[in-house]
């Protein structure tokens, strides 16, 4: 049975994954067997958690490059490819979150939120698929929210995002599933991570959250590993354009 949910040989590249969540998933894929590949804009902290990774037995590579920019997307998986080989498993977690009114959001505003957390999913899975195509296989997991279901106040350009995440999940799935390869998508909850320390470190809103979640916990970023490796392992090859929400119950209760 354990056969089902090992990666060895498999090269999976997570996007964002130089801390917090796609970090935990790096290492959750790589404790499967996968050859993980770290993504990142700050370089030097992207090398830091590579060697750290690599320290512990892993199989890690690392590249750069601007997920919201076309031509630096199509020349980083190309370049990527060439140096590690073929991506078996893609984990499409880049992501921002911009809080305020939503009479007070700019366009520049939501053109970056929309850029950086749907339309980069768009554009890696568009250069990884085509080789996924070519060999009639491959996983592709998208990292979606509580938020692609439910609205509130102050984040209405990042709902819609994971909102979108959803339905280039199920869109892809229709376009790819005939070449043998499987599209889902993951919705955490309330997840504990740097980029949530100030509102894990405010009293009202954790209350907020422990009351929500039948769980009666924040999510913490392990919670979401067992989700990732059975999405990017043959247990899942005949799941396709589902989306796997891991937060505590919070979605299923009102």
């Not at 992501?95 to 939503?102: E, V």
């Not at 959001?105 to 890696?124: C, E, K, M, P, Y």
């Not at 005949?238 to 299923?252: E, I, K, P």
Request: aromatic share 6%.
């Amino acid at each position: 049975m354990t056969d089902l949910f090992d990666l060895s040989g498999r090269t999976a590249l997570v996007t964002g994954s130089s801390r917090g969540i796609g970090l935990a998933l790096a290492e959750g894929l790589a404790a499967a067997g996968a050859h993980v590949v770290l993504h990142g804009r700050d370089l030097d902290r992207l090398r830091r958690e590579a060697d750290s990774l690599q320290a512990t037995g892993a199989a890690v590579s690392d590249v750069a490059f601007d997920l919201t920019d076309e031509s630096a997307v199509r020349d980083g998986i190309a370049e990527l490819v060439g140096r590690v080989g073929a991506v078996d498993v893609l984990v499409n977690n880049a992501g921002m979150q911009l809080r305020g009114p939503f009479t007070e959001f700019t366009g520049a505003d939501w053109d970056r939120v929309i850029a950086t957390n749907l339309t980069s999913a768009f554009l890696v899975s568009r250069e990884v698929a085509r080789g996924m195509q070519q060999r009639r296989r491959g996983k592709i997991v998208n990292i979606g929210s509580v938020q692609s279901m439910l609205g509130r106040p102050g984040i209405t350009p990042y709902a819609a995002s994971k909102g979108g995440i959803v339905m280039l999940t199920r869109g892809m799935c229709a376009d790819l599933g005939p070449s043998g390869i499987q599209v889902n998508a993951i919705a955490p909850g309330y997840f504990a991570t740097e980029l949530t320390s100030a509102l894990v470190d405010d009293p009202e809103f954790s209350a907020w959250v422990e009351r929500r979640t039948p769980a009666g916990r924040w999510g913490r970023v392990e919670d979401l590993v067992g989700a990732a490796v059975f999405l990017a392992s043959a247990a899942s090859d005949f799941v396709n354009g589902q989306v796997l929400a891991v937060d505590g119950g919070m979605t299923a209760v009102v």
